[in-house]
T-cell receptor
Framework: EAQVTQNPRYLITVTGKKLTVTCSQNMNHEYMSWYRQDPGLGLRQIYYSMNVEVTDKGDVPEGYKVSRKEKRNFPLILESPSPNQTSLYFCASSLGTVDTEAFFGQGTRLTVV | DQQVKQNSPSLSVQEGRISILNCDYTNSMFDYFLWYKKYPAEGPTFLIS?????DKNEDGRFTVFLNKSAKHLSLHIVPSQPGDSAVYFCAARDNDMRFGAGTRLTVKP
């Protein structure tokens, strides 16, 4: 089954404790991205990757890192989480950037206390 | 600077009637527009799209209209069903995909 898998689904952590949210897709998609969803703001892009070893900042990259060592994986790293990073996070992948839809993971609800 | 705007946070309609969800954008470089549907505790799922060279695309009960001169698109759902109750996101692509804030649709039986 074609899917985007994120882990964990839920996470409560403390300020400053490094964490990684994993994302994996099995569709051989080249384009992957991370979004955060906050009330009234919709989905805002954090980082995206057009291919292996190619990553770029989205609209809200501060406080986040990503890597794309393999085509299928695109982990999101919070080196020193802060409470304003409490949010619902979605990973997405698509075949390309033109005329294609993105497939989303089920989301990771992160709470930083 | 929100390039894609959905100005109605919520919409309530009666089952069987038409639902119309609206979306405005500011960037004239967008060339592909999409609507996503999101249920609680799930990721957004693709619903319907339209290329900038068209002004209408239809898929069953769902129709998307694009007015490029007004930088406006809308999603029509006819007839609306209770299972359509969800949050609907409008999105637009150039190299990236930009989303609106979403509209929560409630279809009452």
């Amino acid at each position: 089954e074609a899917q985007v898998t994120q882990n964990p689904r839920y996470l409560i952590t403390v300020t400053g404790k490094k964490l990684t949210v994993t994302c994996s897709q099995n569709m051989n998609h080249e384009y992957m991205s991370w979004y955060r969803q906050d009330p009234g703001l919709g989905l805002r892009q954090i980082y995206y990757s057009m291919n292996v070893e190619v990553t770029d900042k989205g609209d809200v990259p501060e406080g986040y890192k990503v890597s794309r060592k393999e085509k299928r994986n695109f982990p999101l790293i919070l080196e020193s989480p802060s409470p304003n990073q409490t949010s619902l996070y979605f990973c997405a992948s698509s075949l390309g950037t033109v005329d294609t839809e993105a497939f989303f993971g089920q989301g990771t609800r992160l709470t930083v206390v | 600077d929100q390039q894609v705007k959905q100005n109605s946070p919520s919409l309530s309609v009666q089952e069987g009637r038409i639902s119309i969800l609206n979306c405005d954008y500011t960037n004239s470089m967008f060339d592909y527009f999409l609507w996503y549907k999101k249920y609680p505790a799930e990721g957004p799922t693709f619903l319907i799209s339209i290329s900038s060279i068209k002004d209408k695309n239809e898929d069953g009960r769902f129709t998307v209209f694009l007015n490029k001169s007004a930088k406006h698109l809308s999603l029509h759902i006819v007839p609306s069903q209770p299972g359509d109750s969800a949050v609907y996101f409008c999105a637009a692509r150039d190299n990236d995909m930009r989303f609106g804030a979403g509209t929560r649709l409630t279809v009452k039986p």
